[in-house]
């Protein structure tokens, strides 16, 4: 996309957005909402509490119940890393390694490239 449709994309969003807030704006639900939350702050303010006292106040189970989700919740655990075997052309030696911290993968990189190394590898299991 050219940098004169982007920016004419973008005006238009703009446009969009303004639209959509200047009828959200005049929405008598938003407003009921929006001055219960400025009375609900000043009074917290006002009895110098936070939103967590006020959640603990209304719902003394909702700790209990947060805590109790976030540990059964089950670990994303991690995908276990395939075994790669490389066969040097040059010597006839074989590795076998799941990752690229083997000592003489290292040297064998260093010497040929990492790209000509990679290309003498083949996936096992």
Do not use: C
Not at 28 to 45: C, P, T, V
């Amino acid at each position: 996309m050219s940098l004169i449709n982007e920016y004419r994309a973008t005006e238009e969003a703009i446009k969009e957005l303004q639209e959509r807030l200047k009828n959200m704006s005049q929405d008598d639900k938003l407003q009921k909402e929006l001055e219960f939350e400025g009375k609900l702050r000043e009074l917290m303010g006002q009895y110098q509490k936070s939103l967590r006292d006020v959640i603990a106040l209304l719902d003394p189970e909702a700790k209990n119940t947060r805590t109790n989700r976030t540990a059964k919740a089950p670990a994303p655990s991690k995908r276990a890393r395939r075994v790669k075997q490389y066969k040097n052309p040059h010597s006839g030696e074989v590795i076998e390694t799941k990752g690229g911290n083997h000592k003489t993968l290292k040297e064998w990189k260093a010497k040929w490239g990492a790209d000509t190394v990679e290309g003498w590898s083949t996936l096992l299991g």
